[in-house]
């Protein structure tokens, strides 16, 4: 038992030597969870916002933490793969204008 204490305490107090996990479970990504940190605390608050105005219920961070990462990861994989596809179609739309500009410079 006096093991596991004083190796809590090491890890703890930030000494990782004899320490093999060193894992914050907030710093772990997700990978449905690409948004920078200031982004992530600013939609947690527009939710909370949310719920009170439009709700008139009071949540907390935690709750607003669930409910944005339940959506990222519901609705992250078809954002990315619209995106993937309007990305497809806007370098499809260049590489015709291209090969207009191209087929107009050609010495005939």
């Known amino acids: ?3 596991v204490l004083w190796r809590t305490w090491r890890w703890w107090n930030g000494d990782d030597v004899g320490c093999n996990a060193q ?3 907030k710093d772990i990504k997700r ?4 948004l920078t940190k200031e982004r992530r605390e600013a ?7 949310y719920f009170k105005t439009e709700k008139d ?3 907390g961070v935690l709750v607003a933490e669930d409910y944005l990462d339940f959506f990222l ?11 993937i596809d309007d990305s497809k179609t ?3 739309q260049n590489f015709e204008n291209i090969e207009i500009d191209l087929d107009l410079l050609i010495d005939k």
């Open 1 to 3: 038992m006096w093991w």
């Open 90 to 92: 806007t370098i499809k």
């Open 31 to 34: 990978k449905w969870d690409l």
């Open 57 to 59: 219920q009071e949540i």
């Open 73 to 83: 990861q519901a609705l992250g994989k078809d954002i990315y793969n619209k995106a």
């Open 23 to 25: 894992i914050i479970m």
């Open 43 to 49: 939609l947690i608050k527009e939710i909370i916002t």
